[in-house]
């Protein structure tokens, strides 16, 4: 017998092991009941009785085609982006600067209409009224809708919604649900994620130094935040602050409260300027910010459980959308290369400019794949840290570099603002150390690695675990 293989014989044999004679045992996978079985040769066409195929027979169904409800649901948004949101984008753009009132008008209306057409909350379940889907299905929906700037928001599942109501969904009491969660489903308000400090590394949650103690039922909280995303205009806040002194585990050491905004003891401080601006990510300052125990969500101790649980789901959730915008810039690429002619011929016959198309379109391939797997386990309810944190950190660097050869088949024209790649520019820069930098994800990625061939004495489980 073989350590790790099961016999060919005793009672739970398969049909396929019973009809094998013994010889000289060596193990293989058995193609019909997906058990390892000692056996003297790999299964033949035979072994299968009634089988129309001849050799191995695979053990699982590999199919990316969509059911045709989910095909047409995808249709359906490809079809409202198209001829809703993305004529609107350029009025609102100009109401942005002269008409507020407009402008907020013309963008709610959206919204209407996304409900209208029975888009709407496509992450979140019925009784929440979404539309119920998983993540597979979901990331079909954000690779339309981020196709347009506004389009995920129109929707209602824009970061950091989106995350917030899974964390909501999840976490939340009865009473923070409706009182939380249940205006942010219907587009009544938003909110933030407020975890970040500007004085400790941002990817290592144990070094938080935002403080609380108790104070009879209320949490006196102290400390400083930043880069917190929406924060400007959030109703409030999902804060992460250390609670615990000497917890066993530093991952132990930290509490999430809800923030009710604005209230005493948030500070504003500004906006943080950055690459794209001054809007979007905001410093806070917490000054005796006082809250009742009735706002901790989730358990004490639990803040840095809850913040994963958080950034799984949204990092894949971003990736999704960011392979709508590498998509949208292969499109523009490809565009201009049979527009452009220089030199005696188009630029989509020269060698260079054939390449940095190549490239592009193997990197954008391999991130839907990359994508569509991490959601499948999510689905299914399997450990899916490690295929996220790949797709993360490869769909951030794959959109940098889709966007910069995009930026480079246009020239000038790709530099300057008269089309949408210099602003895209802009925003995937960040998308490669938000929710985690590259050098964090490929630290984790190599420890997982490393252990799976010291468990296992092979690396297959780290690297997607998958019938190959």
């Not at 995350?163 to 308000?189: D, F, I």
């Not at 990736?319 to 709508?324: S, T």
């Not at 910069?404 to 960040?430: E, N």
Request: charged fraction near 20%.
């Amino acid at each position: 017998m073989v350590t790790g293989y099961q016999s060919f014989t005793g009672p739970n044999q398969c049909l396929a092991a019973k009809n094998r004679t013994p010889a000289t045992p060596r193990p293989h996978r058995c193609h019909s009941c997906a058990l390892e079985h000692l056996s003297p040769r790999p299964p033949r066409a035979n072994d299968f009785p009634g089988s129309t195929f001849r050799g191995y027979v695979p053990t699982v169904a590999i199919d990316f085609t969509l059911s045709p409800e989910i095909e047409a649901l995808r249709q359906r948004v490809r079809t409202f982006i198209t001829t809703v949101v993305e004529p609107a984008e350029a009025e609102i753009k100009t109401l942005k600067d002269t008409d507020r009132r407009a402008y907020i008008d013309r963008l709610v209306g959206l919204r209407k209409s996304a409900r209208d057409e029975g888009l709407w909350l496509p992450h979140m379940p019925a009784d929440w009224g979404g539309m119920g889907l998983g993540h597979v299905e979901l990331a079909m929906v954000q690779a339309e809708a981020a196709k347009t700037y506004y389009g995920p928001w129109v929707l209602n599942a824009q970061a950091p919604d989106e995350g917030n109501m899974h964390t909501l969904l999840h976490w939340a009491t009865p009473e923070q649900s409706e009182k939380y969660l249940r205006p942010l489903c219907e587009g009544r308000t938003t909110s933030c994620f407020a975890m970040t400090e500007p004085e400790v590394a941002g990817s290592d949650p144990t070094l938080i130094r935002t403080s609380a103690y108790e104070d009879g039922d209320e949490w006196v909280i102290n400390g400083h935040k930043w880069f917190i995303s929406n924060a400007h205009r959030a109703a409030f806040a999902i804060l992460v602050v250390r609670t615990e002194d000497d917890p066993e585990k530093p991952q132990a050491a930290n509490t999430a409260f809800i923030i009710d905004i604005p209230q005493d003891g948030w500070t504003e401080v500004r906006q943080i300027e950055t690459m794209h601006g001054s809007t979007g990510h905001s410093e806070i300052r917490i000054e005796d910010l006082r809250v009742h125990k009735s706002q901790m969500l989730g358990g004490r101790g639990q803040g840095h459980l809850l913040g994963q649980y958080r950034l799984g789901p949204a990092r894949l959730a971003h990736c999704m959308r960011w392979i709508a915008q590498a998509e949208s810039a292969l499109d523009m690429m490809v565009e201009r290369s049979l527009d452009r002619y220089s030199h005696g011929s188009l630029l989509a016959e020269k060698q260079g400019i054939q390449w940095m198309i190549a490239d592009s379109a193997m990197e954008l391939y391999q991130s839907k794949l990359m994508v569509l797997h991490a959601a499948s386990k999510i689905d299914a309810g399997e450990d899916f840290k490690s295929e996220v944190s790949m797709a993360k950190h490869f769909v951030a660097n794959s959109l940098n570099r889709i966007i910069d050869r995009s930026i480079q088949v246009h020239g000038a024209l790709g530099y300057s603002t008269d089309t949408p790649l210099a602003h895209m520019y802009q925003q995937a820069r960040w998308a490669r150390f938000a929710d985690g930098a590259d050098e964090v994800h490929q630290m984790r990625i190599a420890q997982r690695t490393i252990a799976a061939w010291k468990d296992h004495g092979t690396t297959s489980s780290a690297t997607g675990n998958l019938p190959l």
